[in-house]
């Protein structure tokens, strides 16, 4: 729907089609449906699916400490792989429409994006004032803990943003557009910030920069969160449980 190019746009389609016709063919042809989202489950159920059902979301092993007297603060990261068309469109989108209106209030944050396989025509698009482009780095998990507001401007794709997973795991600040928080069972304004508006975006950006506490907040429930819905060993126990009773 957002591809602009014809042949691209019909060529996206026409293997939308053929995914879906594929996973049509499938319904009922095991034992158990194990998605990782409840929106996937609810698809599969409206394609006829009649199996026993278990969600198993994307965990994380749960980081026992965080550096946080280390934290840029204020500051914004991105990371994700520069080579997949919606994060390029969701980047261009934060830094035409929402970097302009923060940058209105705070003229000196800085934007880090860490990404692999980013083409040469989008390292140009993002060679700009506050961003500093790092490319593929060592360690996600660093680079993610360096910093203290994590973006997440996705506006198509489907299942689950590990990443956002991982953030939540690192107590990290995070402002995402609804789609992105797809599967991800969070609260708005209580352990993430909603926002799928430039205007939105920004001033959820500016809140978090401007109001510590609520920004500490803001990060402590994201790392409680993440301990009570999506640590490995109670996801894998679950699913051990399911598959037990089969």
Known sequence: ???????????????AK???LFEISIINNYSALIPITKKDSEV???FGNFKPVCIVPAGVKIVKSIACDTIVYPSICYIG????????????WFIEKVLPLIIQQNKGIQIYIAGRNAPDWFV????????TYLGEVDNA????????IMIVPLFSGSGMRVKIVEG????KAIVSTSLGTEGIEITNRQNILIADTPEEFAGCILELSQKYEFYREICKNARELVMQKY??????????TFIGGL
């Open 44 to 46: 599969f159920a409206k």
């Open 231 to 240: 640590d490995n060993t109670l996801i894998t126990n679950n699913l051990l």
């Open 81 to 92: 792989a520069l080579d997949w068309i919606p994060n390029q469109q969701g980047l261009i």
């Open 141 to 148: 998990y660093d680079f993610i803990n360096k910093y203290a």
């Open 168 to 171: 939540l795991n690192l107590g």
């Open 18 to 20: 053929r995914l879906k």
């Open 124 to 131: 140009k698009r993002i060679s700009i004032s506050n961003i």
């Open 1 to 15: 729907m957002h591809e602009k190019n014809f042949f691209k746009k019909y060529y996206l389609l026409n293997l």
